[in-house]
């Protein structure tokens, strides 16, 4: 009987996202969400610090920091107006920004967890409590 609960447990714990409803995805994205990425670029170790504000109005503001080793740090800061929809499966989110002032970008977001979501390159985005 225990083992029947805890893989019953273990398989609710590894697939949160295959009961979540992707028709909500405006109001599951709005909030505060950091991204940390280490990459090379230009032959370089360089990490890529992102805090993103989505407010359930549609506005966000998002901010950008990247660090090359051996270099100053470098920041931006952008703002404009977002939206969300379902995406092509049950859990994914379209997620759309339109930056002030730049072009507009849409991204199909893997829901990973409650607080937890991938790009389609694996990148990983987390919620702020």
């Known amino acids: 009987m225990k083992i029947i609960a805890a893989a019953a447990l273990a398989a609710a714990l590894a697939a949160p996202a295959a009961a979540f409803d992707n028709t909500g995805c405006k109001a599951f994205l709005a909030g505060t969400w950091t991204t940390e990425a280490q990459e090379e670029i230009e032959g370089v170790k360089t990490t890529i610090s992102v805090h993103s504000v989505y407010s359930a109005d549609g506005a966000f ?3 950008m920091e990247m660090v090359k ?21 049950p859990d994914t989110c379209l997620a759309k920004l339109i930056p002030a002032g730049e072009a507009e970008s849409t991204i ?5 967890d409650e607080n937890t979501v991938a790009t389609p390159d694996g990148r990983q985005s987390h919620r702020v409590p």
């Open 61 to 63: 503001t998002q901010t």
């Open 69 to 89: 080793e051996g270099a100053a740090p470098q920041s931006m800061s952008r703002s404009g107006t977002w939206d969300a929809g379902p995406g092509s499966k």
């Open 108 to 112: 199909e977001l893997t829901v990973v």
